[in-house]
T-cell receptor, first 115, second 111 residues
Framework: NAGVTQTPKFQVLKTGQSMTLQCAQD?????MSWYRQDPGMGLRLIHY???????DQGEVPNGYNVSRSTTEDFPLRLLSAAPSQTSVYFC??????????????FGPGTRLTVL | AQSVAQPEDQVNVAEGNPLTVKCTYS??????LFWYVQYPNRGLQFLLK??????LVKGSYGFEAEFNKSQTSFHLKKPSALVSDSALYFC?????????FGTGTKLQVIP
């Protein structure tokens, strides 16, 4: 199993550009989520999905869109990049959303810089 | 609202000494609590979890954590620190469909 994969590893954007961060998992996990990590702020939840076709907002959803057309894939779209979106982005998956106490599996992260 | 607090930004400990990284939580219902470790330029890795049962939970790499319901704490411990334990540690808790993370504690083990 490859686990959770993310592409790209690094990305530099100009303000106003759009892009999609890719996330895939091969563990048939029901739950997937996107976080951003900023110094001193821990991990903040952007969006999550409890299954294919179902998504919801997390703590900091503004400026981001997601979709979940398959169990495996959960792409994160930046609609119009802003310098405030400079961060490290992590995708994670879990067998279920938490009712069974399952841990999350994290991807290696995407380091995004917006100029 | 659910919250997880890690009161120390950094913990320094000498190699071979015991270490403790603190975590307190505020959740409704039965807490599902986790510790994750992050090495530089890597994703988070699961260390251990408390779901139910014994208050002392054992995990990977010799780490353990003590759940204390009355103090709403879930401190991470290790009897003898290694230099290779130096990393960023996160405490986390499941709420309804969402995980709340603490802000992280940087552990520095000094040779």
């Amino acid at each position: 199993n490859a686990g959770v994969t993310q592409t790209p590893k690094f990305q530099v954007l100009k303000t106003g550009q759009s892009m999609t961060l890719q996330c895939a998992q091969d563990m048939n996990h029901e739950y997937m989520s996107w976080y951003r990590q900023d110094p001193g702020m821990g991990l903040r939840l952007i969006h999550y999905s409890v299954g294919a076709g179902i998504t919801d907002q997390g703590e900091v959803p503004n400026g981001y869109n997601v979709s979940r057309s398959t169990t495996e894939d959960f792409p994160l779209r930046l609609l119009s990049a802003a310098p405030s979106q400079t961060s490290v982005y992590f995708c994670a998956s879990s067998p279920s959303w938490g009712r069974d106490g399952n841990e999350q599996f994290f991807g290696p992260g995407t380091r995004l810089t917006v100029l | 609202a659910q919250s997880v607090a890690q009161p120390e930004d950094q913990v320094n400990v000498a190699e071979g000494n015991p270490l403790t990284v603190k975590c307190t939580y505020s959740v409704s219902g039965n807490p599902y609590l986790f510790w994750y470790v992050q090495y530089p330029n890597r994703g988070l890795q699961f260390l251990l979890k408390y779901i139910t049962g014994d208050n002392l939970v054992k995990g990977s790499y010799g780490f353990e954590a003590e759940f204390n319901k009355s103090q709403t704490s879930f401190h991470l411990k290790k009897p003898s620190a290694l230099v290779s334990d130096s990393a960023l540690y996160f405490c986390a808790a499941w709420g309804y469909q969402k995980v709340t993370f603490g802000t992280g504690t940087k552990l520095q083990v000094i040779p």
